[in-house]
């Protein structure tokens, strides 16, 4: 058990009676595989919480006695494996209420997957990945949205009302915005 959740669980069958030396051996080996699943949780948790701080930076506004250390963000990006000078496609995705969360874990882990980041940004659930070529898996991949499939589409327009307006993100080429 890690606080409430329920990692695993070991059995051990066949012997009706266990000397002491062998169920310490037995509880010292749960110990040892539940802090390594622990371990393999949490890595990824950690990795996806530095990405979404790191994306999280690279939106957020300059503040007039605050500005973005450019060279900072790049050094950070590039530990990631990131290359900020590369195209990259932006998507924004909107969920309401509990879902926001699971979305959130699957957008993250989609974003690590494939080399991006993700992150969370006024209330939306953003991720930014390495585009999309012709014939890749993603550009011909259905749309997940709310729960159910549908065709890809490139022409869905955004709610307006919901969506704030672009602002230019300085370390990208010129025409690049961000929310």
Known sequence: MAGPELLDSIALTGRADLPDSDR???????LVTALLLLLRRTVPEAEDRVRGELLDDL?????????????SLTLRARKLG???GNP???LVLHCDGPLRQRLMDETARRARASG???GLYKGHVISS???ATPGSSRANSPRISAGRSAPPSRSDPLDP??????????????GHSAI
Do not use: K, Y
């Open 129 to 131: 990945l390495r585009p």
């Open 24 to 30: 310490r051996l037995f509880e010292r080996a749960s």
């Open 59 to 71: 939106l957020a506004e300059d503040q007039p006695d605050n500005p973005r250390n450019i060279s």
């Open 116 to 118: 991006g980041l993700a």
């Open 82 to 84: 990131i290359q900020l």
């Open 88 to 90: 990259h496609e932006v």
């Open 161 to 174: 009302p919901s969506c704030p307006a672009p602002t230019p993100m300085p370390w990208c080429a010129s």
